[in-house]
């Protein structure tokens, strides 16, 4: 299956920084979505994006599919957006979604 | 309109011990995915079902198994738990399988 690679693991920030997250993967794509997954498991849909930008507010997503890669800004971070975001992709050949291990963010007062 | 629903919020069960989860898609949504996420790690694929159909299936023992109703609505059954099976349990829907899916606000399974 595809391999789907996020970094950095871990990241903390004070209110008000800003932050890009990035997602590496294997293979051709024809779905990558980004999720953000909140302290009781919810996952929260944040963009559908397997090619081009997209901007939601304070947020905006590039993928980049002939490099492989995607990624999320998080511009004037907010102790709300403190949680776990995901990116996930399927193949041309499926439709499962595969996550990566995720990046952890830490929004501090 | 309502989002994906999914029940029970959370469930206790024991060693050996069979359970059954229960998901609802977002109307108008025919395919149904169940996904396990297991603490510190992303969600891994169980099944995909389209049209009562199952269309994939991820590399999960026989004691799993699903089922799509008519209306689109979809269980997961596993048997003979294992202590390994403790983990949140996702259900997604999309209108046809591939594009953006939508995630309920999983069931909890805690094994003993």
């Known amino acids: 299956g595809i391999q789907v690679e996020q970094s950095p693991p871990d990241l903390i920030l004070q209110e008000g920084a800003n932050s890009t997250l990035r997602c590496n993967f294997s293979d051709s794509v024809n779905n990558l979505q980004w999720f953000h997954q909140n302290p009781w498991g919810q996952l929260i849909n944040l963009f559908y994006?397997?090619?081009g930008t997209k901007q939601n507010g304070r947020l905006s997503a590039t993928t980049v599919a002939t490099e492989r890669y995607s990624l999320l800004y998080i511009s004037s971070s907010q102790t709300t957006d403190s949680g776990v975001y995901f990116c996930a992709v399927a193949s041309d050949s499926g439709y499962a979604l595969n996550f990566g291990k995720g990046t952890s963010l830490l929004v501090t007062p | 309109d309502a989002g994906v629903t999914q029940s029970p919020t959370h469930l206790i069960k024991t060693r050996g011990q069979q359970v059954t989860l229960r998901c609802s898609p977002i109307?108008?949504?025919?395919?149904v995915s169940w996904y396990q996420q297991v603490l510190g790690q992303g969600p891994q694929f169980i099944f995909q079902?389209?049209?009562?159909?199952?269309?994939g299936r991820g590399n999960f023992p026989d004691r799993f198994s699903a089922r799509q109703f008519p209306n689109y609505s979809s269980e997961l059954n596993v048997n003979a738990l294992l202590l390994g099976d403790s983990a949140l349990y996702l259900c997604?829907?999309?209108?046809?399988?591939?594009?953006?899916?939508?995630f309920g606000p999983g069931t909890r399974l805690t094994v003993t």
């Open positions: 109307s108008g949504h025919k395919s």
């Open positions: 994006i397997p090619s």
């Open positions: 997604a829907s999309s209108y046809i399988p591939g594009p953006e899916q939508y």
């Open positions: 079902y389209y049209e009562k159909e199952e269309r």
